[in-house]
């Protein structure tokens, strides 16, 4: 099992702490089917792939994603970024990250690198700050609680509206142009938000668009069971 990076730095009152839904991406990144998946995508390509993370929160996600880069693509030659419209998370980010490739570097032999190039965190909605098509690969743990009011920043990270859906929509419908051409996004769902349904929606898009469940867990994340679904534009014939 990979190392979970550290996050005692980080202001929990201000930043949303990981929870089931960040263990379960963790878990799903590093399974034996998604591994293969991105080394069979991205290891023997000479472009460098680009990783994104939209909403890092603490950090922990993008870091181990950043620390791991070999063993989970096959290549320590990646790209990651981070979005996030809290300043604290992204100043959380960035010492979440730090911290994971020092802890890289140490645990390597013979000094060898094994974790990717973390470009920086910026502000901002969503993929808003990224140029378009240039994502390889976008993780999302969207907020997908139900909210009527809250404390406005720790909102943002977990309540996704009136049916919690209202932020992923957003993000789904922009998949297209966010995306590169063999870019993939890891998306987490939760029951009330209807996955079936979501899954159906973007395979409805057709030009070889797919959608499928990579990652479930049977334990709940507040009151919800979850799953994360791989969305990618399958170009075999």
Same mark, same amino acid.
């Given at each position: 099992?990979? =190392? ?13 702490? =990981? ?7 963790? !878990? ?6 998604? %591994? ?15 990783? /994104? ?13 950043t ?12 790209l990651?970024?981070g ?19 020092? !802890? ?26 990224? *140029?378009? *098509?240039?994502?390889? /690969?976008?993780?999302?743990?969207? =907020?997908?609680? %139900? ?15 009136? !049916? ?7 993000l789904?419908?922009?998949? =297209? ?23 159906? *929606? ?24 979850l ?5 990618? *534009? !399958?170009?075999?014939?």
């Open positions: 099992m990979l =190392p979970t990076p550290d996050t005692s730095h980080v202001p929990y009152e201000r930043v949303y702490e =990981p929870a089931e839904d960040s263990f379960l991406l963790l !878990d799903t990144l590093s399974s034996s089917s998604e %591994t293969q998946f991105l080394h069979d995508t991205f290891s023997s390509s000479p472009a460098i792939p680009f990783v /994104v993370e939209l909403g890092t929160g603490s950090g922990v996600v993008l870091a181990f994603i620390a791991h880069a070999k063993t989970l693509f096959g290549t320590s030659h990646i990651t970024a979005v996030d419209m809290n300043a604290f998370a992204c100043r959380a980010t960035i010492t979440t990250v730090a911290k994971a490739q020092a !802890d890289s570097l140490a645990e390597s032999s013979n000094n060898e690198i094994t974790h990717g190039l973390y470009l920086g965190s910026v502000m901002g909605d969503l993929a808003a700050p990224l *140029r378009n *098509r240039s994502v390889d /690969v976008l993780v999302f743990n969207p =907020p997908y609680t %139900t909210f009527d009011d809250d404390s406005y920043l720790l909102a943002l990270s977990y309540a996704g509206g009136a !049916d919690g859906m209202e932020t992923t929509d957003r789904i419908d922009g998949l =297209p142009e966010i995306l590169s051409e063999r870019g993939c996004a890891y998306v987490l769902l939760c029951a009330q938000n209807k996955p079936e349904v979501v899954k159906e *929606r973007i395979r409805a898009w057709g030009d070889g668009w797919r959608a499928e469940t990579v990652g479930s867990s049977g334990k709940t994340a507040g009151w919800e069971k799953q994360i679904v791989r969305i990618w *534009r !399958d170009s075999s014939p």
